[in-house]
């Protein structure tokens, strides 16, 4: 039974009890994939403009994780619903493009692209699954990661700059960096790319950038090169363990794996979460309060979905049902609380929306990103 039928108990349950290290396997559970694929096909139908390949209303780099989605999706499902979907898209257009300036392409932003870096590498992913062509799509990201490592300097010990601009240096282009770089080397073998995630990551740890309660904040203050004390966002507790996994994955020293899970741990016990949902300090039900940005509404997600990709190389049991609970846990308020009756998604999960919740395909691919991470490792 769909998970879109069961009454809102289920939230309260899943949360209450453990999940058996044991029993628990990496199974995708076919209700929430069937779950999965209404607002997939929602958000397909509402928010894709197949003209420009772009999402209306979305952003380039919020585009980029969507397109991830959807053949994280795919890859899980083992269908091909949105087969044509990456070579037609705006991203898509480029990457098969030979002559395109990917500096131009960027626009200077270092974040932007590395996301768009994983998107790449997950479509070349599908691609290679279904025995086609996915040449232009690895190569097109080893492009970008490139520039990337160019605006590695030493300003503050060391660090990529948020912009070449070079105004900031933050917690989520860097940890971005561990992950492409450590997944770099696991897809090439290409020594460059793992000593870029140590050296990453030796810089990372130092920064201050992590507080005491477990959590990164967003970056770093230029004149003292200390912690600017500034929000703590749910995915910035994620993509470091994903980067980390991957690290690990790479050189197998298991203190990179409790590295990651500090600060998994912290989101899930901190004011993060609210009844144990997760919810950005901009998210709220009520109409008349705070409202989360475009960037802001897919943080949740993309932590649901950094967790998945944490857990897939940590390939430990105990560790995975550390997480189960907590995964179908989101997996239900965005059904319940998240919802409409159009299977369009909103951006608050922790409550009904009263009028505060925002609709947008950010907010529908964060959501996305929750069923999809649940359907793999939370409770079926």
């Known amino acids: 039974m769909s998970w879109l039928l069961i009454g809102k108990l289920t939230l309260l349950s899943v949360a209450a009890f453990g999940v058996d290290a044991v029993a628990l396997s990496k199974r995708q559970c076919s209700a929430a994939l069937n779950d999965a694929t209404i607002v997939a096909n929602q958000l397909q139908s509402h928010y894709y403009n197949a003209a420009t390949g772009q999402y209306n209303d979305g952003e380039l780099w919020t585009d980029?994780?969507?397109?991830?989605?959807?053949?994280?999706?795919?890859?899980?499902?083992?269908?091909?619903?949105?087969?044509?979907?990456?070579?037609?898209?705006?991203?898509?257009?480029?990457?098969?493009?030979?002559?395109?300036?990917?500096?131009?392409?960027?626009?200077?932003?270092?974040?932007?692209?590395?996301?768009?870096?994983l998107a790449l590498w997950k479509i070349a992913d599908y691609k290679a699954a279904r025995g086609l062509d996915s040449s232009a799509y690895k190569s097109s990201a080893a492009k970008i990661y490139d520039i990337v490592v160019g605006q590695w300097d030493i300003t503050c010990g060391g660090g990529v700059w948020w912009s070449t601009a070079h105004t900031y240096k933050n917690a989520i282009t860097n940890e971005l960096f561990l992950l492409t770089s450590a997944s770099g080397y696991l897809r090439s073998?290409?020594?460059?790319?793992?000593?870029?995630?140590?050296?990453?990551?030796?810089?990372?740890?130092?920064?201050?950038?992590?507080?005491?309660?477990?959590?990164?904040?967003?970056?770093?203050?230029?004149?003292?090169?200390?912690?600017?004390?500034?929000?703590?966002?749910?995915?910035?507790?994620?993509?470091?363990?994903?980067?980390?996994?991957?690290?690990?994955?790479?050189?197998?020293?298991?203190?990179?794996?409790?590295?990651?899970?500090?600060?998994?741990?912290?989101?899930?016990?901190?004011?993060?979460?609210?009844?144990?949902?997760?919810?950005?300090?901009?998210?709220?039900?009520?109409?008349?309060?705070?409202?989360?940005?475009?960037?802001?509404?897919?943080f949740k997600g993309?932590?649901?979905?950094?967790?998945?990709?944490?857990?897939?190389?940590?390939?430990?049991?105990?560790?995975?049902?550390?997480?189960?609970?907590?995964?179908?846990?989101?997996?239900?308020?965005v059904t319940h609380y998240g919802m409409n009756a159009v299977h369009d998604i909103g951006s608050v999960w922790y409550a009904p929306d009263q009028g505060g919740s925002q609709w947008q395909p950010e907010a529908s691919a964060s959501g996305l990103e929750a069923i999809i991470s649940a359907a793999k490792y939370g409770p079926c």
């Open 302 to 333: 993309i932590w649901t979905k950094h967790v998945q990709y944490y857990l897939d190389s940590a390939k430990d049991s105990s560790r995975t049902a550390k997480y189960s609970s907590f995964l179908g846990s989101q997996y239900s308020a």
């Open 64 to 117: 980029a994780n969507t397109l991830e989605d959807l053949h994280n999706l795919m890859l899980a499902t083992g269908n091909n619903d949105y087969g044509s979907v990456a070579d037609a898209s705006y991203l898509g257009r480029a990457a098969l493009n030979p002559g395109t300036d990917w500096n131009t392409f960027l626009g200077g932003s270092n974040d932007d692209a590395q996301w768009i870096i």
């Open 189 to 298: 073998g290409n020594k460059t790319y793992l000593d870029n995630a140590n050296k990453e990551w030796d810089w990372l740890r130092q920064t201050g950038m992590r507080g005491s309660d477990g959590l990164f904040n967003d970056g770093l203050d230029l004149g003292t090169c200390k912690n600017n004390g500034q929000t703590t966002w749910t995915y910035n507790q994620a993509v470091v363990a994903s980067g980390l996994g991957a690290l690990y994955a790479a050189i197998g020293n298991s203190s990179l794996l409790d590295q990651a899970e500090i600060s998994l741990d912290a989101t899930m016990s901190s004011s993060l979460t609210d009844n144990g949902i997760l919810r950005e300090s901009c998210d709220d039900a009520a109409a008349g309060g705070s409202t989360c940005d475009h960037d802001q509404q897919i």
